[in-house]
């Protein structure tokens, strides 16, 4: 049997490759756009593009390689078949970006759609194949056959798993490099399949050539029997090279369009959100001026928009701002983003005062400019302020009211005691008694004054075990007349505090004589100094007195609210202040059987 092989032109084999990388390329872009498009007609529009461009490319790619073998014998092509290698080479890859286009991608998925793929460009081929027409017959090599096929389905799976392995619609259009590999390896799958294949391509001579030619049956249609010559394949090849590149171009004047639509909906977007805010917003250069401003942000300073153009930030701030105001100018031309309440100096000289976030404005990774965004919060300011003054104005006619009324009781006592000394009726108990009222007015007006004092005096590490002994030991005597046991229980290597040493003193004389006062029988005081945790101090004062119902509990601390019979109630509120003071807590809650349990937390140093 006679055989015969052939030659290659290197000019057609390299335009072959270069078809087939230059229409993976077009086809995954187009890919990558229905992926992200969420409108349904426009992402079936960009898959069928894509499709056709890969069919198409796929087909191009064969035939420019068939071409390029130089044969020794002539051949022509049967149109059906040749036509059918073409609707194969679309469909196959219709389907097969139709999977990749999917937003959620697994890895079966991938090796569905390298099947799909690799078997379409396989198919194709040998389809192709068939379409010739001469008087040899085509044999083939049955492990150069099966690695064709192997190579266009494992390169396929590659490309397209390297090019949407990430998942993320829009991840294409910020990875050129990943969208070249794709292309790439997807045109080796084409051409590396083609040329494998024809290595496993051998042609030998029929021994009868009419044996060779098959006969068709009188009632087929004449399109069957239709063959190109070579020449007008070479006709058919250019037109399909020509289609790529008008559907190339037109993908780019669709993609200009698209694009131009996002930058003017964006634009739109921006105007929107930028004149339409009802707060400031302006945007400041590097240098601190301002190159854009909206139209609150004239509302809200008393300036025009030119006005405030080019103006700098340290115009229109308070003098004793701008060492604040260029901390924060530093850190956000960092990159940093900054909230931060602010006051601007109108343009009639009244304060603005402001609730403002800057935000970096990011080119290329760097800050370009900076976007302050800022809420006009002067009337709620004022409020505020007014709603302050008139708590103060509240509390001090309280305070007042209390005074007078704690105040006026002793003297009532000690006038009455008067007009008795006056007529002579003096008795040595008498005097006991203008003492002790003289003593309840003294208490009065010193609490009073330690509630005027805002500011904590003579801080230091104290030794909080010896502050709590000195205490027990100034109030033993008194709990030892009503029949109360003081138990005293510190934890091993407790810190040392910061504080006012006579000032906690004075809170836990009041906690301790409040336990004392609450027993009407005998009983025990449990004091416990203990660790909270690793930065604060935790002493814990219970009691077995009558104990403080959930209603009362929550007023504790207010002026002149109290729960004994004698005492003004200021005591308690002096000592929540003096605790708030040393940024600590007081808490009150039920002890264990009867009584209250009082629970005061203190930094350790």
Known sequence: MEHAGGSYSISLVVLSITMAIAASCISLDMTSRARQSADRRRRSFWLSASAVTMGLGIWSMHFIGMLALRLPFPTTYQLFLTFISLVIAIISSFLAVFVVSRARLSFYCFIFAGVLMGGGISLMHYI????????YT????????????????????????????????????????????????????????????MMATHFAAAPEPAEHMQSVPSGSSTFLTVTLAPDALSLWVGVTI?????ILIAGAFIDRKLALESAQLSALQFEALYNGNPDLVCTIDLQGRIIQSNYAAGHITGYTAEELLLRTRHDLLPPERFEESERRFEKVSQGIPQTFEMELIHKNGHLVHLNATTIP??????????????????????????????????????????VAHEIRNPLTSIKGFFHLLRRGMGREDIYEVIDAEIDQID?????????????????????????????????????????????????????????????IKQVFINMIKNAIESMTGEGTITVDLTRKGDKDVLIRIADEG????????????????????????????????????????????????????????????
């Open 128 to 135: 192709g194949m068939a379409a010739i027409q001469s008087t």
């Open 138 to 197: 085509i044999h083939y090599k049955l492990l150069p056959f099966i690695g064709s096929i192997l190579i266009a389905i494992v390169v396929s799976y590659w490309a397209l798993y390297l090019t949407f392995r990430l998942q993320k619609p829009n991840w294409l259009e910020h990875n050129p490099t990943g969208k070249m590999t794709g292309a790439v390896l997807l045109g080796i799958a084409i051409s590396g399949m083609h040329y494998v294949g």
């Open 242 to 246: 020509f289609i790529l590149i008008a």
């Open 361 to 402: 404005v990011l080119k290329e990774k760097r800050v370009a400019a900076i976007m302050l965004i800022a809420k006009d919060i002067t009337m709620q300011k004022q409020n505020e302020e007014m709603f302050r003054k008139s708590d103060k104005l509240s509390m001090a006619g309280q305070l007042a009211a209390g």
């Open 443 to 503: 208490s009065i007006i010193t609490e009073f004054l330690l509630l005027a004092n805002h500011q904590p005096e003579q801080y230091k590490r104290i030794n909080l075990k010896e502050l709590v002994g000195h205490v027990l030991t100034l109030l033993q005597a008194q709990a030892n007349m009503n029949n109360i046991a003081i138990e005293t229980r510190t934890a091993p290597d407790l810190p040392y505090i910061l504080c006012d040493e006579n000032k």
């Open 546 to 605: 009558g104990g403080i119902s959930d209603e009362l509990r929550p007023k504790l601390g207010e002026p002149y609210y109290i729960t004994k019979v004698k005492g003004t109630g200021i005591g308690l509120m002096v000592s929540f202040k003096i605790i708030n003071e040393h940024n600590g807590t007081i808490e009150y809650k039920h002890a264990d059987g009867a009584g209250t349990t009082v629970e005061v937390t203190l930094p350790i140093d």
